[in-house]
């Protein structure tokens, strides 16, 4: 048996093919899975659960929800779509983890996030995770205007205008390596599992408590970045989009 692991997918009508290929994956490789966690951005942009039809994803839940219903399924949120909430859960099949949960995959306690708060050196980035991304106030008031006006107020709050860029040219700052070893010891683990970077690789570190390691997992633009895991360790393969 083995676990599926996947994070920034950045699904947006824009990019069709990218749809499809998540589409395909889900109804067929990912059913030989015993679990499925998504570590945050699958969509490029998220205002709301309600703005779900607008986004086009409706086609999208139901595929999740198609899995869901068969193994458990698992997401974290990430930059682009911390507004998903309940009815997104209820939608998708899929149960919404705090950022920075420690799980037993496989008898080995490892540490999933989406890994946006490692990057502590990208200070404007962390000055929008502290105003709005965990800000439950902002997100209060945010949720509670009408649709055309979060689309205004998002492109405010810049949301917009990052989630427009390409993934190609969007410039993103990488982890900071002392985070990194301040969660492996805070958290007591010696194994990390991350997106946001797109920086696809495995690091390997020797801390105080053993040697650890941390995957980084790729984002799907042109091909599906995968991680594998079962009894006998970890791979992260890329598919051909
Ligand atoms: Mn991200």
Known sequence: MHTYIISDLHLTPQQPNVIEAFMQFMAGEAQSAEQLY?????????IGDDAAPLLGAEPVLAQMQALASKIPCFFIAGNRDFLVGPQFEQASGFKILEDESVIDLYGQPTLILHGDSLCIDDHAHQLFRQQIVTNAEWREQFLGLEIPARIEAAKQARMESQAHKSNVSMEIMDVTESAVLERFADRNVQQMIHGHTH?????????????????????WLTTASVLKADA??????????
Do not use: M, S
Request: overall charge negative; glycine content about 10%; charged content about 20%.
């Open 232 to 241: 006998n360790g970890i791979d992260i393969t890329n598919y051909p989009i």
């Open 38 to 46: 998504i570590l945050g951005d699958l969509f490029e942009y998220w």
């Open 199 to 219: 920086r696809q690789a495995t690091h390997d570190y020797a801390t105080p408590a053993g040697d650890a390691r941390r995957y980084v997992l790729g984002d």
